[in-house]
């Protein structure tokens, strides 16, 4: 207890000194908090979603495998493999433990309320012996499950459990109807396993001599996860997987590119995108903020050391050591920095919750849970603990400088000081606004962005459009007879609905296409490939969409019906291909279909190009037009097909009419995806940008908001410690005016300063944010202009209330102010 007696001791004074000055620890700890929560929330944040997203034991050993072509380096490479291709590697190996697949598909469950819509999907038996989690309840899929006799079984999600079956325990063992076929479900999965974010999973046959009894075998794709033996580099891995390919290039020479390798990623890297790097830069801007908090308390214990300087000096001339005395400091420092952690844990917990509600989920792993864990509270310890040094060292050292009998004859209220500690807290005042800068510039550049994203021409209009996407039973809706069944009379009964304009059947949804293409143009001899997108449609699409028509003329309702081989292409494929040719007439070939295997597709057709209609974005918002061609839906059954409907009304007033009516025609055959085509471009394009935006917003909104409390206090402190000298001023001539000024011009100085420091960084530093932004440069000058007025504003606020008490100062009074 002796040893950590003067640990007490210094406790006990660092409290009461600190109650004598309540203001000043509030003020405090609540630079602390905002700072050391803030930097709790995007480290939990990056704990949950990036370091630790999944349930699988030794994550760090799952990787998946692709065949990249080295013709296309910017591709990320061919992952999913067919069956065939899949049991080669998987037998061949010699550095996975173990290979998964998975084939996503849409899973139709029948019960008394109806069909429905489930994410299913196929799975090799042994995926969950691969991946290591044990069931909540039951059992997990064996590999006895797939082999040719065995009882259909299936395996369902914690998350379809809740939702659909009110966590009933007694549904395992039972028998349900799953795309037609009697299953029973044998296992229900925890809480967070949602590999592939399915809530189905259900065996196929997958050994060599098995893949003619599964049908689906002849056409499925799976995408492949493996455990890596223990040992084993990802290097090493592609390596060995490098060899196979090559070798079974031969074997499946269609499958694979003329110049390829192959390459292993990480589970964790495979489900990295964007956020990830947002979320590092996130990370760089409450480390900024951070760093002003610190630079706040730090500039407010120098103020208050100053104040105490006739206090230290009489201690020292006790006997105090200025080993002693530092150390004093520093518990009071400790004192702080512990009560900021303890309220920026509690600021992080409910921040969390924010952070959760307004992420974006498709860009987050599905498995992900962010909560604040155990690892993010000893980060916060250590975060105070470094924050003790960070705010307290300094002022405790410059308190202790200087000369003892100098201190202990001068003014009780630190004038002597202020010139000493003036410097320090002016320089601290210039490292906020510099750090205020970087993260106002930040916001600022993800506004333009944003902006930017929702004001881009996107060549059709999104408002009032309906879509809906029908989930086929397996094997009933394949070919283009039975596509046509359904849709022909779907359409028409969507089309009489009261306030539908237009409806359309399309392979694609703006702004996206539905499939893509290498083309060959008679005449045109090439030597790299002519990357096309292509949609198969109705004859309304263009009309539905608010397509313009250029040249030439539309499918016809006749064309479509006959499936006639005809193409309207748009402007991007006429300018890109044709030059200045009239492409009217011309003939195009689509490549793409020589590769389907179904027997509807036409293999080595040519389409006449009948029409020229005007660019929309089919890429996403951010990246340049693709040459796009657009056929009728009706001359192959290969691919999704969804539902568009023009409304003159709010779209989604009519969307359990849409419902009733495809119903009618197939009860068997539920919409899935449906929305309006707004929320959609919302969801998929303008979340994440939007959500960058929130969270940089309220970081620099706090970085500026201390800011302002920092220059406030530096410059009260200012005048209070120069009233002596501002009421000679006063008594010599100086009007209130004069007074004003001078102190408004100390203050701008120092923000000016910090402004010059804070856009010299900008400029270097916001190179690192570009990929983050669009439609705006780093170092936009609109952009850096409105940070300036904004700061200067502010810090001009911040400084004038101190000016104005500066003004009321009264002569006598402060001749006489000691």
């Not at 110049?259 to 995108?273: D, I, K």
Request: glycine share 10%.
């Amino acid at each position: 207890m002796d040893r950590f007696g003067w640990f007490f001791r210094d406790l006990r004074f660092g409290l009461r000194s600190l109650n004598k000055d309540r203001r000043f620890a509030l003020l405090a700890i609540l630079a602390l908090a905002l700072g050391i929560g803030a930097t709790t929330v995007i480290f939990s944040a990056i704990d949950c979603i990036l370091l630790d997203p999944f349930i699988y034991p030794h994550v760090e050993r799952l990787a998946g495998f692709g065949i990249q072509n080295l013709d296309r380096p910017q591709d990320r490479g061919r992952v999913r493999l067919s069956v065939p291709e899949f049991m080669d590697f998987r037998e061949q190996n010699h550095v996975y433990q173990d290979i998964a697949g998975i084939d996503p598909i849409d899973v139709l469950y029948k019960s008394n309320e109806g069909t429905l819509l489930f994410d299913g999907a196929w799975v090799t038996p042994s995926s969950f012996e691969t991946l290591e989690v044990e069931p909540l309840i039951g059992r997990w899929i064996t590999s006895d499950d797939g082999k040719p006799g065995a009882a259909p079984v299936f395996v369902m999600s914690y998350r379809l459990w809740t939702k659909e079956f009110n966590r009933d325990p007694s549904i395992v063992g039972t028998t349900m109807t799953l795309n037609n076929q009697p299953r029973t479900l044998v296992g229900i999965m925890p809480p967070r396993f949602l590999w592939f974010n399915r809530d189905v999973w259900m065996p196929i046959y997958w050994t060599h001599s098995d893949l003619s009894s599964d049908p689906d075998n002849e056409t499925m794709y799976l995408t492949n996860l493996g455990r890596l033996k223990r040992g084993v580099s990802l290097k090493a891995a592609a390596a060995d997987i490098d060899v196979i390919a090559k070798r079974l290039a031969k074997v499946y020479p269609k499958e694979f590119p003329p110049h390829f390798r192959a390459t292993v990623l990480s589970y964790t890297a495979v489900n990295a995108n964007q956020t990830t790097n947002f979320l590092y830069i996130l990370l760089a801007a409450v480390t900024l903020l951070l760093l002003i908090a610190c630079s706040n308390v730090a500039n407010l214990l120098l103020a208050r050391a100053t104040v105490r300087e006739r206090e230290i000096a009489i201690r020292a001339s006790m006997g105090a050591t200025r080993g002693r005395l530092i150390r004093q400091l520093l518990v009071e420092s400790f004192l702080l920095s512990f009560a900021g952690c303890a309220a920026g844990c509690l600021f992080a917990y409910f921040g969390l919750k924010g952070i959760a509600a307004v992420i974006p989920p498709n860009v987050v792993p599905a498995t992900a849970v962010i909560a604040l864990r155990p690892i993010a509270l000893w980060f916060s310890l250590g975060v105070t603990i470094l924050t003790t040094f960070l705010c307290g060292l300094a002022p405790a050292l410059h308190a202790v400088r200087g000369d003892l009998s100098s201190r202990l004859a001068g003014a009780g209220r630190g004038a002597g000081g202020g010139f000493r500690h003036g410097k320090l807290r002016a320089g601290l005042v210039i490292f906020e606004v510099g750090l205020s800068i970087l993260l106002l510039i930040g916001a600022g550049l993800m506004m333009r962005t944003l902006f930017a994203l929702e004001h881009v021409n996107l060549g059709f209009d999104p408002a009032n459009v309906l879509f809906a996407r029908p989930a086929f039973p397996a094997g009933r809706y394949d070919t283009v007879a039975q596509k046509r069944a359904f849709f022909q009379p779907v359409l028409q009964r969507f089309g009489a609905l009261p306030g539908v304009v237009s409806v359309a059947e399309t392979t694609g949804l703006p702004p996206y296409i539905g499939f893509g293409t290498d083309v060959t143009i008679p005449g045109k001899p090439h030597s790299d490939r002519w990357l096309t997108g292509f949609d198969l449609c109705s004859e309304s699409y263009f009309r539905t969409v608010g397509m313009r028509l250029m040249r030439g003329r539309l499918l016809s309702e006749a064309e479509v019906d006959s499936a006639a081989h005809v193409a309207v292409i748009n402007q991007m494929l006429a300018g890109k291909y044709f030059k200045d040719e009239d492409p009217i007439g011309k003939q195009i070939k689509f490549n793409a279909f020589d590769q389907w295997t179904d027997k509807d597709t036409p293999h080595d057709a040519y389409f006449e190009i009948i029409g020229v209609v005007g660019d929309v974005k089919n890429d996403g918002l951010q990246d340049t037009v693709l040459p796009e061609a657009f056929l009728p839906y009706t001359i192959s059954g290969v691919g999704y097909r969804g539902i568009l409907v023009r409304t003159a009304v709010a779209p989604l007033s009519v969307l359990g009419s849409v419902r009733r009516e495809a119903a009618a025609v197939d009860s068997g055959v539920p919409l899935g995806d449906t929305g309006t085509l707004e929320h959609y471009l919302n969801r998929y394009e303008l979340a994440a940008p939007r959500f960058e935006l929130v969270t940089l917003s309220v970081f620099a909104g706090i970085g500026l908001a201390l800011v302002i409390i920092g220059v406030f206090s530096v410059m009260a402190y200012t005048v209070s410690l120069q009233t002596q000298g501002i009421g000679v001023r006063m008594a010599l001539g100086a009007q209130q005016g004069d007074i004003l000024r001078m102190v408004l011009l100390k203050g701008l100085r120092l923000i000016g300063v910090g402004i010059g420091v804070g856009l010299l960084a900008s400029v270097g530093l916001t190179r690192y944010i570009a990929s983050e932004i669009w439609g705006v440069t780093p170092t936009d000058p609109l952009t850096f202009a409105a940070v300036v007025v904004a700061i200067v504003a502010v810090g001009a606020a911040a400084c004038l209330l101190p000016a104005r008490r500066a003004t009321q100062v009264d002569p006598l009074t402060a001749l006489r102010y000691e």
